[in-house]
């Protein structure tokens, strides 16, 4: 097999010591693993022709940056083209970007359909004028743990680059200190879909740049979980260009409500995840055709807003002490509620609760009167209180039922509802008097 064969499937060469130098393929995953393999070694990779996933880790390559890579020959492009393999991942390695770019471009002869590169270090600059024009059949790129030289002033790369990276669907760059996007960057990837940027350094004036207009012009899924985001109407003026966002993630950044915001979200919005925000209100405006919102891991006392087309929603590990009025999603079928500071479950929000497919409010400090435990226990019967019930619904009050499961509380209609008892047999016995008289 030749050299270019060898560092296109692994760029994975030479060991280190006191780990075995091999490939161990598992046949019922389909994934074959090489651990710092060598030109002493590379017998074993064979095991890897069966492999729908290689993995290559740890290694040194940059001793081969000075070696000649000519074109392939006949028999490797055949070779290449036979192999099953539709996802690469580059681990723990150092690679030389001029080495990269000299061989990226063989991936055109295989089926590789998503290359992932983690915990790796990028070395230098590559000259990527051999990948002109050059189209692979990867569809999804990610950047994991990764270092690398700024994106700024590396648009020339990009640029190179564009036959593939128009084509691209998916894009991760995560935990990698991202600071930002330039614009013309972001215009290349004119077919992606899906860009996760979590865990990076990201604040609210690099959105705006990142996002202009011409940039990810089909993006439909947005992460930015864990930056260092913190004004609401920022990220929303950041990506209202995006118009045809459906999911945007800004979990796990310190969102801070903005003295006035009339920005608005993209129309296209419909899943929104606010998720560890530190969130003491709800903010607004929010996108107004949303279907799923979580704001679970925050610290919200009430949640007092309409949403007309919301279907999902996810309120656990907040402060509220009431049940969100389900009037205002009327077309809401999911709604979490554990871990909150709820006492019961109002008997005119048993019924609208029974309506939909999933509710949990496990874990609240329930009061197991006639309409703490009454209604817990008309809601189970209808089949749609989840996870949870009934090993999580304990009582916190009265004293007498302090400690109790919410189901063993017994429930008595007739001392429970004397009004809507006793009401109606008034009435029965005023028409049999009517009837006597």
Not at 238 to 261: E, H, I, R, W
Not at 333 to 357: A, F, M
């Amino acid at each position: 097999m030749s050299v270019a064969v060898l560092l296109l499937l692994g760029l994975g060469l030479l060991g280190a010591e006191g780990r075995r130098n091999r490939c161990y393929f598992n046949r019922t995953q389909e994934r074959c693993v090489c651990y710092n393999l060598s030109e002493e070694t590379v017998g074993s990779i064979i095991q890897c022709l069966a492999a729908t996933v290689v993995e290559f880790r740890g290694g040194e390559v940059q001793k081969y940056i000075a070696f000649p890579i000519r074109d392939l020959d006949s028999s490797a492009i055949e070779t290449l083209g036979s192999l099953i393999i539709q996802k690469v991942i580059i681990a723990d390695v150092l690679v030389p970007e001029i080495l990269l770019a000299r061989v990226l471009r063989f991936f055109s002869y295989t089926h590789v359909k998503e290359l992932v590169f983690d915990s790796c270090v990028f070395q230098g600059a590559g000259d990527w004028h051999e990948m002109d024009g050059q189209s692979l059949p990867i569809l999804s790129l990610s950047f994991n743990n990764v270092t690398s030289a700024p994106l700024m002033g590396n648009e020339q790369a990009f640029s190179s680059l564009s036959t593939w990276l128009e084509t691209l669907q998916e894009l991760a760059v995560t935990s990698s200190h991202v600071t930002s996007l330039p614009c013309a960057i972001g215009k290349v990837f004119r077919a992606l879909h899906t860009l996760d940027l979590a865990q990076n350094s990201l604040g609210d004036g690099s959105l705006t740049p990142a996002f202009c207009q011409g940039a990810f012009p089909q993006l439909q899924v947005l992460s930015l979980q864990h930056n260092n985001l913190t004004s609401y109407h920022s990220v929303c003026e950041g990506v209202q260009l995006l118009q045809g966002l459906q999911d945007l993630n800004l979990s796990q950044n310190k969102l801070m409500a903005d003295p006035s915001s009339s920005c608005q979200w993209p129309a296209s919005l419909r899943i929104f995840n606010l998720s560890h925000t530190g969130l003491e209100e709800v903010l607004t405006p929010l996108p107004p055709n949303l279907e799923v919102l979580d704001m679970s891991h925050n610290n919200l006392r009430a949640m007092d807003i309409s949403l007309s087309s919301l279907k999902k929603l996810f309120l656990s590990e907040n402060l509220l002490q009431a049940v969100p009025s389900i009037r205002n999603y009327p077309v809401l079928d999911t709604l979490h509620l554990d871990n909150n500071s709820i006492t019961e479950l109002p008997w005119d929000e048993v019924t609208l609760l029974g309506r939909l497919q999933d509710v949990t409010a496990a874990n609240n400090p329930y009061s197991c009167s006639c309409s703490g435990a009454g209604g817990l226990q008309a809601l189970a019967a209808t089949g749609h209180l989840g996870q949870g019930w009934p090993q999580d619904y304990t009582c916190q009050s009265p004293p007498g039922y302090q400690g109790w499961r919410v189901v063993a509380v017994p429930v008595s209609v007739l001392w429970c509802h004397r009004a809507a008892v006793v009401a109606p047999l008034c009435v029965a016995l005023a028409l049999l008097g009517l009837a006597g008289a």
